[in-house]
Structures are given as structure tokens and as C-alpha cells.
């Protein structure tokens, strides 16, 4: 029975690197992914895919902030709430304090008032917002998360408690790593959030083999791992996002949020 069972162990060992060595290829992944984006028309994406050419040069992606600003122009009962995010892709966006008021999503306002924290500030009660978020987790602490990388991009991290961005970065860590083979839209929103930070260590290796093998066909990814629901933007740039930090590693990139106008 013991004999059996050191087997059948050896076997499952020698069997995890033959696995490994049929994932697809980082950069056919990456590629793949970008080719899914070539006629978005989602402003959202629009303004990650100018993240992804500030931060890595995705030359595919260089007219992304055009394209979202034709969007833009298109959609004017959506206009207000566009207008705030295109702050991502432009540090001068014109913009008032007062739109913020009309942001009405509660994960939405968290990283509203961090876009914009250098100019408007932060309200009285907004660390107190962020530890409500954090202990709400899902999808409200990633939020947080990204919240606290514009912040610190803003300069204004003099706002939070010492040791509340470390926090922050642990309790997300456990989204991806509780159990890293489980791929849907909030665990890859955790870890490319973390690779956003710098904290991409935090991430289980094992997950982003895990994100490499479920790719679709069509270079997207699933919003939930059942099969059913076919590729999704948003899991999609996430994806992306991360698999780009793991091909291009780096100990500098630049900011998530465009540099001011010269």
C-alpha cells in the first residue's frame, strides 16, 4: 500500500511539469489578448488599453484615447461620468468638483475621489469609507486597492494610517491566492491590481499558469470559470493587465495615471 502510494506520488510530481510545458507561450497569450481589443468600443477598455501603451508600449493600443474620446462625443447622457474617468488617460482633464456628487456607484466614488485627490482633495470621512470597503471585501477592497495606487500616484498618501496600504495589498492577496486555480473576474482583478502596485510577489505563481491555460480561443477571458458566458471585456483587460507585468518584468513603470501636459 505505501509502495502504491510513493507511486502514485512521483507520478503526480513528474506530471506537473509535462503540464506546464503544454501551457501556450506567454507571448502568444499576450498577443492573442491585444488581438481581442482591435475594434473595442468599450470606453472602459479604452482607457486601460492607454494604460497598457503608456506602461508598456502596446503600439496596437496608441489610439486608444482617441477612440474613447469618440466615444465620448457620442454617448452625452453618459457623458458626466466618462468625463471623470478620463482623467486615467489625461492628468488636465477639465473637470469640476461638484461631478463627483453625481457619481453614484459606491466602488466608483471610492476611486473617484482618489483620481482626483490632488485637486479636490479627500472627504472627512473617506478612510473611514476605505476600511468599510475593505472589510466588505470583493470587489469594494480591489477597489480600494486601486484607489490607494492613485493616491500614492496623486501624492496625497499622507491621507492614509500608517499601515493601511499594507493592509490593503494582504487582504487582496488572499482573493487570488485561497485557492489560485479558480480564474474568474474578481481574482484576476485582485492579482493585476497587485501587479499594478509593485506587489506582484504577493500573486501565486500558480494562479497566472492557471490564467495562461484558460484563455479562450478568442484571446478573452471568462467572467466566471463555468464556460458559459463566453469571453468578457472586463476580465479580459484584466487578464491582460496581468500577463503583460509578468512578460515585461521591471522595478520601475510608468504611472497608471498619464503624467501633467509639459
Known amino acids: 500500500m505505501l509502495a502504491f502510494c510513493i507511486t502514485a506520488l512521483c507520478s503526480l510530481l513528474l ?3 509535462l503540464l506546464t510545458q503544454h501551457l501556450p507561450d506567454l507571448p502568444t497569450t499576450t498577443a492573442k489578448a491585444i488581438n481581442y ?23 496596437e493600443f496608441a489610439d486608444a484615447l482617441q477612440r474613447y474620446d469618440q466615444i465620448l462625443a457620442e454617448q452625452p447622457t453618459q457623458w458626466s461620468l466618462l468625463n471623470v474617468f478620463r482623467r486615467i488617460a ?17 466602488t466608483d466614488l471610492i476611486i473617484s475621489y482618489a483620481l482626483y485627490c490632488d485637486r479636490f482633495g479627500l472627504p472627512s470621512d473617506y478612510v473611514e469609507t476605505l476600511d468599510s470597503a475593505v472589510s466588505e471585501g470583493g470587489y469594494y477592497l480591489t477597489h480600494v486597492l486601486l484607489a490607494c495606487i492613485w493616491i500614492q500616484e496623486n501624492g496625497c498618501e499622507g491621507a492614509l494610517p500608517n499601515g493601511f496600504v499594507d493592509k490593503v495589498y494582504r487582504a487582496t492577496a488572499v482573493i487570488v491566492n485561497r485557492n489560485p486555480m479558480v480564474v474568474d473576474d474578481l481574482t484576476l482583478e485582485a492579482a493585476a491590481f497587485l501587479y ?22 478568442d484571446g478573452g477571458w471568462e467572467e466566471a470559470p463555468d464556460g458559459q458566458g463566453g469571453s468578457y471585456w472586463h476580465s479580459t483587460i484584466l487578464g491582460l493587465l496581468l500577463l ?12 497608471v495615471l498619464a503624467f501633467p501636459s509639459p
Open 90 to 106: 489625461v492628468h488636465d482633464n477639465p473637470m469640476q468638483a461638484e461631478v463627483l456628487e453625481s457619481v453614484l456607484t459606491p
Open 244 to 255: 503583460l507585468h509578468v512578460q515585461y518584468p521591471a522595478d520601475y513603470y510608468p504611472p
Open 37 to 59: 481589443f482591435e475594434e473595442s468600443d468599450e470606453p472602459y477598455a479604452l482607457l486601460w488599453l492607454d494604460v497598457m501603451h503608456r506602461r508598456f508600449g502596446i503600439e
Open 15 to 17: 506530471a506537473v511539469p
Open 196 to 217: 499594478l502596485a509593485g506587489q506582484g510577489e504577493r500573486v501565486n505563481p500558480s494562479f497566472v499558469n492557471r490564467v495562461i491555460a484558460s484563455q479562450n480561443n
